[in-house]
Nanobody, 116 residues
Framework: QVQLVESGGGSVQAGGSLRLSCATS????????MAWYRQAPGKQREMVAT???????TYQDSVKGRFTLSSDNAKNTVYVQMNSLKPEDTAVYYC??????????WGQGTQVTVSS
């Protein structure tokens, strides 16, 4: 089992920044990829960015150049730095952990609201 706890959401004006954190615990050694997803009202959940154990990252086209993933292995925490935020970035952001056994664990989500 893997437990995930997100934090760092909030409300900002367009152009502002936020950093989301995802603290992991439990069977951390089973994780091969960490990811951030988001779900806006009335829309499907979508992948925002992924980070593999090997350090490879992928980003959704709409956030490239604005969002940056990082991790602190000592704290078992993954971050996403979100800059130049736009109103269309408004969503509930979820942290996800994918394991070698193809299990997926989700955090509870954190709200990000960007006003124009």
């Amino acid at each position: 089992q893997v437990q995930l706890v997100e934090s760092g959401g909030g409300s900002v004006q367009a152009g502002g920044s936020l950093r989301l954190s995802c603290a992991t615990s439990g069977s951390i050694s089973t994780i091969n990829t960490m990811a951030w997803y988001r779900q806006a009202p009335g829309k499907q959940r979508e992948m925002v960015a992924t980070l593999t154990n090997g350090g490879s990252t992928t980003y959704q086209d709409s956030v490239k150049g604005r969002f940056t993933l990082s991790s602190d292995n000592a704290k078992n925490t993954v971050y996403v730095q979100m800059n130049s935020l736009k109103p269309e970035d408004t969503a509930v952001y979820y942290c996800a952990a994918f394991t070698w056994a193809r299990n997926v664990y989700w955090g509870q989500g954190t709200q990000v609201t960007v006003s124009s």
